[in-house]
């Protein structure tokens, strides 16, 4: 955290992604131009985006941000909460910076949002928890690279339980079907981690189905890091009558690596129907 700046400094450039400004524009712009993903006739409400280093994970994270292209202009605010790697965590933490750095520029966040949530009983102010997390930072350049200007609401999930995360998101979600709105949520989440190829397929599989049905209950810890995050956008999805949709289903084994050990990678959108 630049503390003077109240800016909250990127903590794996270089590492899970270039931290030269030119190379990882590059590096986002080659995803985006060799994805395949159908463009959508309506704006995603919500994406589900996977946070490994982008040799592993950037195709399928580009399968969901292609989904934007289209309403680049439109999206001004992205809510995005991802899980707590670093730091044990009672709740969800927001930050108190000001902006959230990389090397493609500073993002501002939207602090009234975030002073809003701060009165939630199960939030809390922790900048230990956004320090180093790579969950959210990953997310960053894939937004600045696409969205013209945005404001960023960004919250780090510990030990909480998946309806309040859900609560949280009732503040947010549209209560109308069709009704406009400036605000994206975006779930950073890994799959399956260190299980052979062929298991990975099949464990990762069935994660896949239950989000595709909106069934939180039928995904357990073993199937995704990101798991809190995941069941509270899927419990406001099924209350608000959003459509699941797969965009990539790949793993460390079909992008980088061997195939011993790996790690799964999944990209979901949900749209009103």
Same mark, same amino acid.
């Given at each position: 955290?630049? %503390?003077?700046?109240?800016?909250?400094?990127?903590?794996?450039?270089?590492? /899970?992604?270039?931290?030269?400004?030119?190379?990882?524009?590059?590096?986002?712009?080659?995803?985006?131009?060799?994805?395949?993903? +159908?463009?959508?006739?309506? &704006?995603?409400?919500?994406?589900?985006? +996977?946070?490994? !280093?982008?040799?592993?994970? !950037?195709?399928?994270?580009?399968?969901?941000?292609?989904?934007?292209?289209?309403?680049?202009?439109?999206? =001004?605010?992205?809510?995005?909460?991802?899980?707590?790697?670093?730091?044990?965590?009672?709740?969800?933490?927001?930050?108190?910076?000001?902006?959230?750095?990389? +090397?493609?520029?500073?993002?501002?966040?939207?602090?009234? =949002?975030?002073?809003? #949530?701060?009165?939630?009983? /199960?939030?809390?102010?922790?900048?230990?928890?956004?320090?180093?997390?790579?969950?959210?930072?990953?997310?960053?350049?894939?937004?600045?690279?696409?969205?013209?200007?945005?404001? #960023?609401?960004?919250?780090?999930?510990?030990?909480?339980?998946?309806?309040?995360?859900?609560?949280?998101?009732? =503040?947010?979600?549209?209560?109308? &079907?069709?009704?406009?709105?400036?605000?994206?949520? #975006?779930?950073?989440?890994?799959?399956?981690?260190?299980?052979?190829?062929?298991?990975? %397929?099949?464990?990762?599989?069935?994660?896949?189905?239950?989000?595709? =049905?909106?069934?939180?209950?039928?995904?357990?810890?073993?199937?995704?890091?990101?798991?809190? !995050?995941?069941?509270?956008?899927?419990?406001?999805? &099924?209350?608000?009558?959003?459509?699941? &949709?797969?965009?990539?289903?790949?793993?460390?084994?079909?992008?980088?690596?061997?195939?011993?050990?790996?790690?799964?990678? !999944?990209?979901?959108?949900?749209?009103?129907?």
């Amino acid at each position: 955290m630049n %503390k003077q700046a109240n800016i909250r400094s990127p903590a794996v450039a270089g590492s /899970f992604y270039p931290e030269k400004e030119n190379a990882l524009s590059a590096m986002i712009q080659a995803y985006l131009d060799n994805c395949d993903t +159908p463009t959508p006739a309506n &704006k995603p409400v919500a994406l589900i985006v +996977p946070h490994a !280093g982008y040799i592993y994970s !950037g195709a399928v994270a580009a399968s969901a941000y292609s989904q934007l292209i289209p309403f680049q202009e439109q999206i =001004t605010r992205v809510v995005l909460l991802g899980p707590s790697h670093r730091v044990p965590l009672a709740g969800i933490a927001t930050s108190s910076a000001n902006a959230f750095q990389t +090397p493609l520029g500073t993002i501002p966040l939207d602090t009234d =949002t975030i002073e809003q #949530l701060n009165h939630l009983p /199960f939030v809390q102010c922790n900048d230990e928890a956004h320090y180093y997390e790579h969950s959210l930072e990953v997310q960053l350049p894939f937004l600045q690279k696409i969205l013209s200007s945005f404001s #960023l609401v960004p919250l780090v999930i510990g030990q909480t339980e998946d309806q309040l995360v859900s609560e949280l998101l009732e =503040t947010i979600i549209h209560k109308k &079907k069709g009704q406009d709105d400036n605000t994206l949520i #975006l779930i950073s989440s890994d799959l399956s981690h260190y299980l052979d190829y062929e298991r990975a %397929k099949r464990c990762d599989h069935l994660t896949c189905k239950a989000i595709e =049905t909106l069934t939180a209950h039928h995904i357990h810890y073993e199937q995704a890091c990101g798991l809190t !995050g995941i069941a509270g956008m899927l419990l406001s999805a &099924k209350k608000h009558q959003l459509q699941a &949709k797969t965009l990539d289903l790949r793993n460390s084994g079909d992008t980088a690596g061997s195939k011993d050990r790996v790690v799964g990678y !999944g990209a979901w959108a949900f749209f009103h129907k």
